[in-house]
């Protein structure tokens, strides 16, 4: 069960903070079809990736349910909230492929650099010319499906800002790897292979990872009504594939054995 300080370790928010935010929310979505539908899709992506939300009981399906009848009825048009629904369908399905991409390329890039320091410390940094060109090849694809979980994170944090998404900050918090400190870490590993033998296999450039935060605020002019956002959201991070930092070479290979 999860309790009080449990929330406020894991995302840094109490118990009491978080459903304040939701009855908050929650009352500004009365009536608001677009917002019902924002708050719709955060609940259904809470539900499915067991954040604070759902696991606080405090938003459900439900109660959902009766909000929508609540507006469909004072609308007295029994198809008033169609196109919204569509929208929610929409886009919780946009955020949900780009979330369960970005978990699975993060996970792929963590088991990379983790298996080239292994194999380089199995070896006593002795490596032979297979296992030196086979760990500068992981690491080098490692930072190709880096640079695609950081597509990923353009979008979900174009959604997270454009419509105020907090449930999103809150999936990033609980989910997001630290890759920064485990590309330092190999830093430090090809640091003392080149002391010890001459050879480097390449290194990570820190300082060009996380680009999406540069990134994903620069087009918001696409996204800047409800129509313009549902006709660009989808597209809206392969807009930024050629882009300098996307080019950028994060990992700089060294030279072979």
């Known amino acids: ?51 604070p939300m759902y696991t606080l009981k405090h938003i459900n399906n439900q109660l959902m349910f009766f909000m929508k009848m609540n507006y469909i009825q004072a609308q007295d048009d029994i198809q008033s909230y169609d196109r919204y629904e569509r929208n929610t369908i929409k886009l919780y399905k946009i955020l949900d492929k780009r979330i369960s991409d970005w978990l699975i390329r993060q996970s ?21 010319k297979d296992t030196f060109t086979y760990v500068g090849g992981l690491l080098t694809i490692s930072m190709v499906r880096y640079k695609e979980s950081e597509l990923d994170m353009i979008t979900v944090k174009a959604v997270r800002d454009c419509i105020s998404m907090f449930e999103l900050n809150l999936l990033i918090e609980k989910y ?20 010890k033998t001459g050879n480097s296999i390449g290194t990570f450039n820190v300082e060009a990872l996380n680009f999406s935060d540069l990134l994903y605020k620069t087009k918001f002019d696409l996204l800047n009504t409800y129509k313009n956002f549902f006709k660009n959201i989808d597209e809206y991070s392969s807009l930024f594939i050629d882009s300098g930092p996307i080019n950028k070479n994060i990992f700089v290979k060294g030279g072979d054995l």
């Open 1 to 51: 069960m999860t309790t009080n300080d449990d929330y406020l370790i894991e995302y840094g928010y109490s118990e009491k903070a978080l459903k304040s935010y939701y009855d908050k929310i929650t009352e500004e979505a009365e009536g608001n079809p677009e917002k019902l539908s924002y708050l719709d899709v955060q609940r259904q992506i809470s539900d499915k990736y067991d954040l």
């Open 108 to 128: 792929r890039v963590v088991e990379n650099i983790q298996e080239s320091i292994l194999k380089v410390l199995e070896n006593d940094f002795d490596l032979d």
């Open 176 to 195: 997001q790897k630290d890759i920064k400190s485990l590309c330092e870490k190999w830093n430090d590993i090809n640091n003392k292979l080149k002391e």
